[in-house]
Structure formats: C-alpha cells, structure tokens
C-alpha cells in the first residue's frame, strides 16, 4: 500500500476525529454505537446491552451519554462521531480492505472499540483484525491495567456471565504505540450480563459487575479522547 496514502488517511481521519468529538462535546451529550459489518454474523445482537450500558453509566458514574444506541458500518465516515464502538456476535466476520482501512483511522485517530465475543466470534475477529493491524497480536492484559480499575475495581479481570467452554475469562488488547486502542472480551458474553434481566435471568450481583466492567470500558475510552 502507499505510504503517502495511508499517512494521508490518516490525518484525514484524524482532523475527522477531532473535529467531531469537538462538536459531540459541545453538544448535550455524547454518543455510542454498535458496529455493523458483513460477513453474516449477527452484529445485531444482544437488543437492549448498550441501552442498558448507558444508563447504568449515567445513573452511577454521572456520564453524559445520549440514552440512544447509534449503529454505524464499519466503512462509514460516520464512525469518527463515535468514541466507543461496540461490536459483538456470534459468527463469521468479514472486512473489505477499505472497511479495514477506515477502522484503522478511526482507531489511531483516538477512537476505542470494544469487541464482545458472543460465541463463536473468535477465530473471525482475531483474522479480521489482522486486517486492521497486521502489525500488532492480540495480548491478554495483566490485571493491574487501568480498565480493570478506573472506575470499579476487578482484582482478576474480567466476570465470568456466562458458561460454554469452561474456560475462563479473558481480556484481551491491541495496543498501538502505548495506547490500548482495542479491547476483546473473551469467554464472558459481557454484553449478556448488560441485557435486560428477563432475557437470561442472570442474578443481579452478576449484571451490576457486567455494567461495572462496561462502564470501566466506557470510561476508559472518554479518557483518552
């Protein structure tokens, strides 16, 4: 690919970025989305997880988020209006090389996403984002890193929602020059413990430390704006 391009992508985007965050900010509240993308997994599931991440980051933490979901493609000039992207699912992901490369903008020009496996995401995400970043692996971080306590304190990472492998949780990241810009949550369905308590009837301790660890994520991603 060409350097002069990319370096020219880049800081489109980066101006983008800026320049919309800028305008968000000023305006009542600012916005999420969850991600769509091709492939024909489901990047729709999980109905009322955001929602219900907002508001539980609203009411606890005082942020000033709009009660509204946004959804936003992964090759739209739209995402650079979102600091926190939400993406999940359960099956086959597929990215086009300019889809690949508007991510990648979007990601070093400060924007964070969040990928939630819902099972079966696994092998996908981790090939799609080589996509994005074929320099970087996905590592697993150590619990002492700040999105495990910005907010709430988790002493061993991730809560475990939900069972399927009997493994346990992990959280996972991309980090560019220093800066975690990705973060994978791994055999948790994370975004589960946020859904409406009669979809899975999961015990409330169990959904108030799912929204805990969202609004960390959360909070995480307005800081390094």
Not at 30 to 43: H, M, N, R, S, V
Not at 133 to 158: C, M, W
Request: negative net charge.
């Amino acid at each position: 690919m060409n350097r002069s391009v990319v370096s020219f992508g880049k800081l489109i985007g980066l101006v983008t970025f800026v320049f919309i965050s800028t305008a968000s900010l000023a305006q009542s509240s600012l916005k999420i989305a969850k991600l769509k993308y091709g492939g024909g997994g489901d990047w729709y599931a999980n109905k009322t997880s955001l929602p219900n991440l907002i508001k539980f980051a609203n009411t606890e933490l005082k942020m000033n988020i709009n009660p509204a979901e946004d959804v936003v493609e992964v090759g739209s000039p739209d995402i650079f209006a979102y600091p926190f992207v939400h993406m999940t699912g359960h099956g086959n992901v597929v990215f086009s090389d300019a889809e690949a490369q508007n991510l990648r903008n979007y990601l070093l020009s400060g924007g964070f996403l969040h990928v939630d496996d819902n099972y079966g995401l696994d092998q996908f995400i981790r090939r799609e984002m080589k996509k994005v970043f074929p320099e970087l692996s996905f590592v697993e971080l150590p619990f002492d890193h700040q999105v495990y306590r910005i907010k709430y304190v988790f002493p061993e990472g991730l809560p475990k929602v939900h069972e399927h492998d009997g493994k346990q949780p992990q959280g996972y990241g991309l980090i560019w020059q220093g800066r975690l810009v990705c973060y994978y949550s791994y055999e948790t369905d994370l975004g589960n413990g946020w859904e409406d308590q009669s979809v899975y009837n999961d015990p409330e301790e169990m959904r108030r430390k799912a929204l805990q660890m969202g609004a960390n994520l959360l909070s995480y991603a307005f800081m390094i704006l």
